[in-house]
């Protein structure tokens, strides 16, 4: 999240140039995206009158970056960097963009092309450690804000941008030593010595309750974060079940082509439908309509890919990045300890308890139904803090201790925390993910409700587009007798790489075989690159993202997930719904989703795939499917009793109104 109030330090005073003062005022609307957009026009105009002032032309980027609705972030900081290269302002959004698309050797490269060495001035070499800090490269800034601190030791800025960026890595017990001897009251501003006082009086309030050793070695914002949630579990209490539910706010990061995306869009809709029609489900009437509650629509590329469907239904969404930020102290929390600790939050959880407080209390939210580890971490304590009476947290896959990308050191004591919370109950659409959270918690009694997934027989539209591509690939493979493919996001957890792997192993087998892969992402350039360089790109159709995954689906004769990392996966459900048989890894939920022998095969391993057992099994599905007219048919059946879609909302109809018992739904 942006800093704005921070952006505004370098705007001249209030005696400068009129401009510079209208700046300064049109920024000051820009803490929400819907604000940025309202500002960004005059802006523009204002570049268009003073093109050589860098603070008119650094400030409309800043706007145009809040907007959150340019998908050339990255080129348009660069190009501001190559005008006023001398500006430091610019570096730490190109580096951020950088990162953002998994270009971190680039933007090691381009710190050090533009602060090389160890930097003479010191504002250059205190931006050098903080250049790397935005790559998550710790050890790197920590070498470069101690060399500030030994080479500048009268400068403060070295010491406190240091123990800021140490209280943000979870170790402020480090970060109160090295603010040793500053006194917050004459330091040079407002903000630096508003920073310093925090932190020593949330480490005070953290004293109370954690020994020296605990302070040192566990991560100090995940043990405020969980601090807070039990001061809040000690004043609830559980509510009863019910038969009447009132509104519901499901909450995930976006509507990108996930699993969990199209599992969330789907319950919203249904939900809708039921309190539109006015009609019960599962015995529970619904008084009120839904809200489907997004972190952003914006923040990347496909984002809102499931967006139309929910609209057409006329499922409210809302997007966190558009509520107003709530300061700490207007939040009426009714204790001095809880607004103490607040600021000592990880950054995500004191991003949504400053913006979704409010909204939970001025819409009334009855349940928030929250989905998945990272929106857990920005909505739950704010559910809490806002009196919402029932929180239900749905984890999709494995913990994020096994997902080292998706891993944030505050994740275990806050799930421990909300684990013994009254009101709060989890949710799994697998045995599998349970096990694996439970493992990794080691609670007690830990309270996990299992609904699976919901999976509905694709829709089989004849889309002229996809037509053509079907037809012309087609003609490029007249010798091809075999269709085999996937559907997946091109991410780390589908791992794409092997994937192509394994088509160059099957189709050194089987060479008349034609490959189709279904999905979007940020390494599908990176596979397609690999196939043409394995020289099999001729027999791999691309498709990119697609709407009509049921028609492709129905021209594969097997289907392949190699999967590192999964929840229920919706595909391997969605292909045998069409009647293919599948081949998986084990990863997570997805052995649950075949019926071995009968609608496909599960390899022995998930983290070595043996490449040779997964063209022996592909070659098996496609024995017996072939083998038996029938086949096509009992694997479209078999799927539709195990994953209903109605059973999966009413499930989950039964799970939010408090209709559960022990492990499983009642």
Not at 69 to 74: E, F, K, N
């Amino acid at each position: 999240m942006l800093d704005v109030s921070a952006e505004l330090k370098g705007i001249p005073s209030p005696q400068s140039a009129d401009y510079l003062i209208e700046i300064r005022q049109l920024m000051h609307e820009t803490g929400t995206a819907t604000g940025a957009r309202r500002v960004e026009p005059r802006l523009r105009e204002l570049v268009s009158v003073y093109p050589l002032e860098f603070d008119v032309n650094y400030n409309h980027v800043l706007a145009l970056e809040l907007c959150r609705t340019r998908d050339d972030m990255l080129s348009l900081w660069l190009q501001l960097h190559e005008r006023f290269p001398q500006e430091l302002k610019p570096l730490r959004y190109i580096v951020r963009w950088f990162y953002r698309e998994k270009r971190v050797d680039e933007a090691c490269d381009f710190i050090e092309a533009v602060l090389p060495s160890v930097p003479k001035a010191a504002d250059d070499l205190l931006e050098k450690g903080e250049l790397y800090c935005e790559l998550r490269k710790p050890e790197r800034a920590q070498t470069y804000f101690t060399q500030f601190i030994e080479r500048f030791p009268e400068d403060m800025r070295g010491r406190i941008s240091y123990a800021r960026r140490l209280k943000d890595w979870g170790n402020s017990f480090v970060a109160l030593s090295v603010l040793d001897g500053i006194d917050h009251a004459t330091v040079g501003s407002h903000a630096s010595g508003q920073f310093i006082k925090e932190l020593r009086d949330g480490m005070a309030v953290l004293a109370k309750r954690y020994d020296d050793d605990s302070l040192k070695s566990r991560d100090t914002s995940g043990l405020a974060l969980a601090l807070v949630i039990e001061k809040y579990a000690s004043k609830r209490e559980e509510p009863t079940a019910t038969n009447r539910l009132g509104k519901v706010s499901l909450i995930t990061g976006s509507l990108a082509a996930g699993g969990a995306e199209r599992q969330i869009a789907r319950v919203g809709i249904r939900l809708m439908d039921a309190f539109r029609m006015k009609s019960p489900l599962a015995g529970i009437v619904l008084t009120e309509p839904c809200h489907v509650v997004l972190k952003s629509l914006k923040s990347a590329e496909g984002c809102d890919f499931f967006l139309p469907a929910v609209r057409r239904n006329d499922v409210e969404t809302r997007e966190i990045d558009d509520f107003p930020t709530v300061r700490i102290q207007d939040l009426v929390l009714g204790d001095d300890e809880i607004s103490t600790l607040l600021p000592m939050l990880p950054k995500s959880a004191l991003y949504g308890v400053q913006r979704m407080v409010n909204y939970f209390r001025e819409e009334k939210i009855e349940v928030a139904f929250i989905w998945q580890d990272g929106a857990v971490l920005f909505a739950a304590l704010a559910a809490l803090i806002a009196g919402v009476p029932r929180i239900v947290v749905s984890v999709r896959g494995l913990p994020p201790s096994l997902r080292v990308h998706l891993f944030h050191p505050a994740y275990q004591d806050m799930y421990r925390a909300l684990a013994v919370t009254p009101g709060v109950r989890f949710s799994s659409n697998s045995e599998a993910a349970v096990k694996a959270y439970t493992d990794w918690l080691k609670v007690d009694n830990l309270r996990f409700s299992i609904v699976h997934n919901g999976v509905l027989v694709p829709l089989l539209p004849a889309a002229d587009g996809d037509v053509d591509l079907w037809q012309n690939f087609q003609l490029s493979n007249p010798d091809a007798t075999t269709t085999i493919g996937s559907v997946f996001r091109f991410d780390t957890d589908k791992r794409p790489s092997l994937w192509i792997d394994f088509a160059h192993a099957y189709l050194q087998r089987h060479p008349q075989t034609k490959i189709v892969l279904v999905g979007g992402g940020r390494m599908l350039k990176e596979a397609k690159e690999k196939a043409a360089r394995l020289g099999i790109i001729d027999r791999v159709l691309f498709t990119g993202l697609s709407d009509n995954v049921g028609f492709w689906l129905k021209k594969m004769d097997a289907f392949v997930l190699l999967s590192r990392f999964e929840g229920l996966p919706n595909a391997l459900i969605e292909a045998q719904l069409c009647g293919v048989p599948v081949v998986t890894t084990p990863a997570g939920g997805a052995a649950d989703t075949a019926v071995e022998g009968i609608t496909g095969c599960v390899l022995s391993a998930v983290e070595e795939v043996d490449l040779e057992e997964c063209c022996d099994k592909v070659n098996e599905v496609l024995a017996f499917a072939q083998a038996d007219a029938e086949a096509p048919t009992r694997i479209r059946l078999i799927a539709e009793e195990r994953f209903s879609t109605e059973a999966m909302v009413l499930r989950t109809v039964r799970l939010l109104a408090g209709h559960y018992e022990g492990g499983s739904l009642t």
